[in-house]
């Protein structure tokens, strides 16, 4: 601590959850707001995103059948891993099968199998700045390189190709996508994402899709699964029912080989995850059950409610923050549930960076924000738009309020 505002040096010594706990400890309580947190991908917190009744009912009938008490198959049920398989075949141009198909806790727990396999001597892997950290911190305990490559905000924050075709080397083993964007509210064309897998194809390394917020998508660019093109190039496609379900306690998310020409699934792969699932414990049984009732049963009509309210509550955001001078958001989020928003700390007095922006702010207005470090990006900040409207324009205000008590006076400033 320094000052009383937590030292960062890089993006990879702290955790998303470990920074917004820093934050929270870092609250005035005797001044009597009430604390609204836009920094966690937590919907659930609001009281606007509840998940289906569909959805609960089957984990409900799940759990009192008395039928699934008991271990799964490590690599899961495999009711759920046909569900899962169908689902996302839809959206394909082949059928994928269940046994591509693996049961995750969570889609970090996905990323950390996709590391896991794909992890050899000096090997590296290109991730996108900003990104989410989760990928740096798998990758250190598996003595893997991480090479960063640019999103191009001035571009609907779209990969620099260029710089993959820079830092790409032959122990470069995969490209990772995060698509709808988190933490920039990207969606990718299909043009772009055939320029990426053509890319990987060009450095015959595999893609790992993160699709966690698959769907969520309410902008000019309907969502792609990057498995589209796993005929050109091996798709290890990672999701879960977290986002689009708003159930991310329910930890229940995939691992899957979107790869129809086995380009990079072979027996000697398949054996491997197989063992590596056999070491690691995935979702309750109940709620992999759920799954084929979930996936089936849930109507159009709760999507589009949740999409509904994502385009209204980032609609707000970009309204609000025109207002703020020292911020600006170079892009509007076109899906997922988070927005990087530029700080300019040299219209503030005595802001020195995003860090230390996001720590008075959280002590003065008991508002909490993501600083840009934590994901890439020193001197930006993430909002997350997934909160209740009238919670989120309090929010916006409060950060109105606070930026101006922190700009310079009218001598020839703000």
Not at 42 to 67: G, M, N, W
Not at 203 to 216: R, S, T
Request: charged share 20%; net charge neutral.
């Amino acid at each position: 601590m320094e000052n009383g505002v937590a030292k960062m040096e890089t993006p990879t010594n702290v955790t998303i959850k470990g920074i917004l706990g820093l934050l929270m400890a870092n609250l005035d309580y005797e001044n009597k707001k009430r604390v609204i947190s836009l920094g966690m991908g937590d919907p659930t917190a609001f009281s606007c995103f509840t998940t289906t009744s569909v959805a609960e009912d089957a984990v409900v009938d799940a759990l009192t059948s008395q039928k699934f008490n008991g271990y799964s198959p490590t690599v899961g049920l495999p009711q759920a891993r046909k569900a899962i398989s169908e689902y996302l075949s839809i959206n394909l141009p082949y059928k994928l099968s269940p046994d591509d198909v693996f049961i995750t806790a969570g889609c970090t727990q996905a990323i950390e199998v996709a590391i896991s396999i794909l992890a050899r001597p000096n090997s590296n892997i290109l991730v996108p700045k900003p990104g989410f950290p989760i990928y740096e911190l798998c990758a250190a305990f598996r003595n893997v390189e991480i090479r960063h490559f640019d999103l191009l905000p001035e571009n609907n924050w779209e990969v620099d190709l260029d710089a993959i075709d820079a830092l790409a080397d032959h122990n470069t083993v995969a490209i990772v996508i995060i698509n709808p964007g988190n933490p920039c509210g990207n969606v990718y064309s299909y043009q772009h994402l055939k320029k990426i897998a053509e890319t990987a194809k060009k450095h015959k390394v595999v893609v790992v899709a993160d699709e966690v917020y698959g769907h969520l998508a309410f902008g000019q660019n309907p969502f792609v699964p990057m498995g589209v093109f796993g005929s050109m190039v091996p798709v290890l496609t990672l999701g879960s029912l977290s986002k689009r379900w708003i159930v991310p306690g329910w930890r229940l998310g995939w691992f899957v080989t979107t790869d129809p020409n086995s380009m990079f699934k072979n027996t000697k792969t398949v054996e491997r995850l197989k063992k590596y699932f056999d070491i690691c414990g995935g979702p309750a049984t109940f709620i992999q059950a759920a799954v084929p009732r979930i996936i089936k049963e849930t109507s159009d009509t709760f999507f589009m409610k949740t999409l509904d309210i994502l385009k209204h509550t980032s609609d707000v955001c970009m309204k609000k923050i025109e207002d703020i001078p020292c911020l600006t958001c170079p892009t509007k989020p076109q899906g997922s549930m988070a927005m990087m928003v530029k700080l300019n700390v040299s219209l503030l007095k005595d802001i020195h960076d995003d860090i230390d922006f996001c720590f008075k702010l959280a002590k003065e207005e008991s508002v909490i924000l993501l600083p840009g470090l934590t994901v890439g990006l020193k001197n930006w900040v993430r909002i997350t738009f997934a909160a209740e409207p009238s919670l989120l324009e309090e929010a916006l205000e409060r950060i109105k309020t606070f930026s101006r008590r922190h700009s310079y006076d009218t001598n020839g400033y703000i």
